[in-house]
């Protein structure tokens, strides 16, 4: 008997919201992400000159560079050698809407989720082992959760490191996904 997605609803479910407590746990008790960024020995001077640009919200680029022909230019390449070299990213003043945020992190879980069931259904009947269903679902929920971040650490400087820890996460997020879905599995009827 083939599985549909509706027929995984509350696996879709529970795994996304599973996912967001161990994030809620990582993010708040465990806390390795901590060391994902540091602060600018000149935070406040930085801050002044980012202030007087009011700027607004969005992700930026110093030395800009608009054309990649324009790399041949001496002075876009004397701005760069003597650098700083960034990627600079403005949120809108004030505290982090944390609600909001939350809210679309669960939304990001139960998405991945959903095709993460999508792809389960394409691949197993009702009744199929337990492992079986784990494996897959682990793969996949590691696929759709690990290795979207490769590019940042490739173009935009994130370090390897965090690229690394939100791996850790991947496979955490993965485990719990794969978990759920062999648990709630639908049986032959």
């Not at 608009?66 to 876009?76: I, W």
């Not at 820890?165 to 993965?174: E, N």
Request: with cysteine.
């Amino acid at each position: 008997m083939s599985v549909s997605i509706i027929d995984l609803w509350l696996a879709i479910l529970l795994a996304g919201l599973f996912c967001w407590i161990a994030s809620a746990l990582i993010h708040m008790v465990i806390k390795y992400h901590n060391a994902d960024m540091k602060q600018l020995s000149n935070e406040d001077s930085v801050a002044s000159a980012l202030r007087e640009g009011k700027h607004p919200p969005g992700l930026y680029h110093m030395p800009w560079c608009g054309d990649m022909k324009n790399m041949g230019e001496p002075g876009v390449q004397e701005k760069f050698n003597k650098g700083p070299v960034a990627v600079v990213t403005i949120f809108a003043n004030g505290l982090p809407p944390m609600g909001k945020l939350l809210v679309q992190q669960l939304l990001h879980f139960i998405v991945v989720s959903l095709l993460v069931a999508y792809v389960a259904t394409l691949s197993y009947s009702a009744g199929t082992d337990y492992m079986i269903v784990f494996r897959l679902v682990f793969v996949v929920a590691f696929i759709g959760y690990g290795v979207g971040g490769i590019p940042y650490s490739i173009w935009y400087g994130h370090p390897w490191s965090n690229f690394m820890r939100f791996l850790i996460d991947a496979v955490i997020y993965a485990g719990i996904t794969a978990g759920t879905f062999a648990w709630l599995w639908p049986s032959v009827q």
